[in-house]
């Protein structure tokens, strides 16, 4: 969603970090840059003028001029100042009350409300292992209690029983005693929406307000609507009082401005960002980490959160000590690359990388597909137990087999199994070297089972030092064309990440072949 806004101040940053001193004439049309570029993004006017005064009276000042680099001290500033208009500190959802804790779901029609609901009781079992209730208030739209109701099966999240002819007031009412009755933590309760905002709607969420004392109002606005999301929440903070926003759709098009002025216009912090229509699709909203990602530092933190999540520490650990012993088969590397499917593939694991946005050129240029895991997927799922545990028995017939049985062409099968080939004689190599392996290991096996024990605060300042966890050194570019050696010592495991680099630049990476992308 910032793609556009971050390019364009990274070009106006890169003319002004290249120059040994600055005037105040040079900060002034950076600033006219930086003002063009931010409402070119649908940022509110009134946060771009007080964001723009605010960074040209830190910046026009003896302490920048006298500076050794004042083009990075600029970027400091914009970068404090871009956190400052996003809210400062991350905010959550609050559950700190008496259970059951309710909290009541507003917003517009089509913005997500529903799906919202069930992504953040599914996320409160999940992470924060608390019992929840699910209850639909919306008896207006066709079949939106039985959609709540599909969502709850799906997610393993319970739904009040729906009973015809009830009033939104009556099942919110009915919702409070079940799960008072049902020793419940949490009820989430999804309220009607509508096509615009009228009487009748703000009527009924005050009436259900007053009926059932929610802890939270979350409003779930559609980002890609840009100001028109913001002049809607501070219309709902009047009439019911909002705690808090989620917004939906952050992974669309759109420009972005939605999300920047939300908390500096309607003074609501922004909780959660919707990142897609899985049911696990669903972030906390950082505003540090948001303006690094705008500014093109990349978001180290919240990558090692990702890892740590989607990779199974006792899986690692058995993968880790066969590896010590220097075996690495097809199942293992099947095993791989789920696990970098889960972290969001190649393209979304890099684009949290320091310095990587400015290299998106380089990075089309090469062919990123992810779906070429899904390929190489399916052509281990094509061949039988042996032959993943022995590839050395794959002769001529056996791989056109296999191709057909996956849908691709038998060089596909070749590339896989050279691919496999290199990381098995890399595996053995640094098996050899004793203790080596298994330095590497341990950010998989300690690493990221322990990792979400590791202080965020510790990992970013290790991230602004140009080291991340293990010690390993973040990536300086794409040399060449080849992918950089590793990600860092956190996720060595994987494919092509962490340790030595794999052979071949990046067309010894999966996904990243040398062709047309199919």
């Not at 517009?108 to 609901?117: D, E, F, W």
């Not at 079949?143 to 999240?157: D, I, P, R, S």
């Not at 002025?261 to 229509?277: C, D, F, N």
């Amino acid at each position: 969603m910032f793609e556009s806004l971050s390019d364009r101040l990274s070009g106006i940053f890169d003319k002004l970090t290249g120059r040994g001193a600055l005037s105040e004439n040079d900060v002034n049309e950076a600033l006219r840059e930086i003002r063009r570029a931010l409402i070119e993004a649908d940022v509110a006017l009134p946060v771009v003028r007080s964001f723009t005064d605010k960074v040209r009276n830190r910046a026009v000042g003896a302490e920048v001029v006298k500076s050794v680099t004042p083009g990075q001290m600029v970027v400091k500033i914009v970068h404090d100042q871009l956190v400052e208009m996003l809210g400062v500190e991350s905010q959550g959802v609050d559950l700190n009350a008496p259970a059951p804790v309710a909290i009541m779901m507003v917003g517009l029609q089509g913005s997500g409300k529903t799906t919202t609901t069930a992504k953040i009781a599914r996320r409160l079992i999940n992470r924060d292992k608390r019992k929840v209730l699910m209850a639909s208030l919306d008896t207006r739209r066709p079949a939106a209690q039985e959609q709540l109701k599909v969502l709850g099966e799906q997610n393993e999240v319970d739904t009040l029983p729906i009973i015809e002819g009830q009033g939104p007031v009556e099942i919110a009412k009915r919702a409070i005693s079940a799960a008072k009755l049902g020793g419940y933590d949490v009820v989430m309760l999804d309220t009607a929406g509508r096509i615009h905002i009228d009487e009748p709607l703000m009527v009924e969420m005050a009436e259900v307000k007053a009926a059932t004392n929610p802890h939270e109002i979350l409003l779930v606005a559609d980002a890609l609507t840009g100001q028109d999301a913001v002049n809607l929440a501070k219309n709902f903070d009047e009439r019911v009082g909002i705690t808090g926003i989620a917004l939906t759709r952050m992974d669309g098009d759109g420009r972005g401005g939605a999300a920047l002025s939300m908390q500096a216009v309607t003074g609501k912090p922004v909780k959660l960002i919707g990142t897609g229509e899985k049911s696990d699709a669903l972030e906390d909203f950082h505003p540090k980490r948001i303006a690094d990602r705008i500014l093109g530092m990349g978001d180290i933190v919240s990558l090692v959160e990702k890892a740590a999540e989607a990779i199974d520490a006792e899986q690692a650990a058995k993968m880790a000590a066969k590896m010590q012993k220097g075996h690495f088969d097809l199942e293992d590397l099947a095993e791989q690359l789920k696990q970098m499917e889960k972290l969001g593939g190649m393209s979304g694991m890099m684009g949290m990388l320091p310095g990587v946005g400015k290299m998106k050129k380089q990075l089309d240029a090469a062919n990123i597909d992810d779906k070429m895991f899904k390929r190489q997927i399916a052509i281990i799922q094509s061949m039988t137990g042996q032959e993943k545990r022995k590839p050395d028995i794959l002769k001529a017939s056996r791989k056109k087999r296999i191709a057909s049985g996956a849908g691709v062409e038998v060089a596909e099968v070749n590339k896989l199994l050279k691919m496999h080939r290199q990381m098995a004689d890399m595996m053995k190599m640094m098996g050899k070297k004793k203790g080596m392996l298994g330095k590497m290991m341990s950010g998989l096996t300690g690493g990221m089972g322990g990792m979400p024990n590791v202080d965020p605060k510790q990992l970013e300042e290790m991230a602004k030092s140009g080291q991340l966890p293990g010690g390993m050194e973040l990536p300086k570019g794409l040399p060449g064309g080849g992918l950089p050696g590793g990600f860092g010592g956190g996720m060595p495991g994987l494919p092509g990440l962490g340790g030595p680099k794999m052979p071949g630049g990046l067309g010894g990476l999966p996904g990243l072949g040398k062709g047309k992308k199919k």
